[in-house]
């Protein structure tokens, strides 16, 4: 496994390169994306006044949900590692017709504690799993949050429980160029806590207490519309620098092959159900007990 630095280079880079991608399918990953953080937003409980920290917020989203939430009394301040997914944020989410909402531009790893904190609670949509050193990011969020505050996260359990990842990837990777390095063990990645033993070691280590890990199964509902679902899904991944890099024909062939793959999961007329298993994450900055859900073991 790579050291530390290394993979947060590779994190860095990987997520200069992605943005693009994300940045043209905000509107889409917020709406067909919303079931892979809703567990957590309504476990969160979120209530009018409270200051709310969402780590990975990428272009917005689901900090400006988040802000709506807790209303003018309260505020949302979203952080994420890419500079271009922040500003398209701002972009979206301008603060004279949002007050109470505020995007940083910020690593979770290395800062003491987010601008603006302390914080009533946290959220995070699948981004624990992405970090190069998860113990370090979790002890930046316990950080920012105020004694007893809350956190409330989703994260991908395994491949198996998420097909369509891999067949999107599968599908593309022939027809662009070189993808980036992929995650190996507990590196950063989708399912770099497959493991929820590991998972409840980070949080416990981080300062967390009264842990909970429970099995979640969301479906997202995609348009049938294969075309644009597999470029959305393939711009969203992997290879979507690669992707984006790659001359019309062969992008077209990347997302007439990802779109065969995924055809599985298609329902023609109707569109596309596809499944995701999550880990549904709650925790709390003062406390030490520990709990999971017996079925979270396998």
């Given at each position: ?21 994300w ?12 079931p ?15 200051r709310?920290l ?19 009394g ?74 007893g ?56 280590a ?24 597999a ?68």
């Amino acid at each position: 496994m790579a050291g530390t630095e290394t993979l947060r280079a590779r994190n860095a880079d990987f997520w200069a390169r992605a943005a693009p991608g994300w940045i043209r399918h905000a509107d889409r990953q917020d709406r067909t994306g919303r079931p892979l953080g809703a567990v957590a937003m309504d476990r969160l409980r979120a209530r009018p006044g409270e200051r709310i920290l969402d780590v990975g917020c990428g272009c917005g989203g689901t900090t400006a949900e988040l802000a709506a939430t807790v209303g003018p009394g309260g505020a949302a301040v979203g952080v994420d590692l890419a500079a271009p997914m922040v500003a398209a944020a701002r972009t979206r989410f301008p603060r004279d017709r949002h007050p109470g909402l505020e995007f940083v531009t910020a690593d979770i790893e290395t800062v003491e504690v987010v601008p603006g904190a302390p914080f009533d609670a946290a959220f995070s949509r699948m981004t624990l799993m992405l970090l190069a050193d998860p113990r370090a990011g979790c002890a930046a969020i316990r950080r920012s949050l105020r004694p007893g505050g809350r956190l409330a996260a989703t994260v991908f359990r395994d491949g198996s429980s998420t097909p369509w990842l891999s067949a999107v990837m599968l599908g593309a990777a022939p027809h662009v160029g070189a993808l980036p390095p992929l995650p190996i063990g507990a590196e950063p990645g989708p399912f770099a806590f497959a493991d929820p033993a590991r998972l409840e070691r980070v949080l416990s280590a981080s300062g967390f207490g009264a842990i909970a890990i429970e099995p979640h199964e969301v479906t997202l509902d995609a348009p049938d519309e294969p075309d644009a679902v597999a470029e959305w899904l393939i711009e969203m991944g992997p290879a979507g620098a690669a992707y984006r890099a790659t001359a019309p024909p062969g992008q077209a062939a990347a997302r007439a092959a990802a779109a065969r793959l995924l055809g599985r999961f298609r329902d023609p007329g109707a569109g596309y159900r596809l499944p995701a298993g999550l880990w549904l994450i709650t925790a709390s900055s003062a406390g030490s007990s520990t709990t999971r859900n017996p079925s979270s073991e396998s």
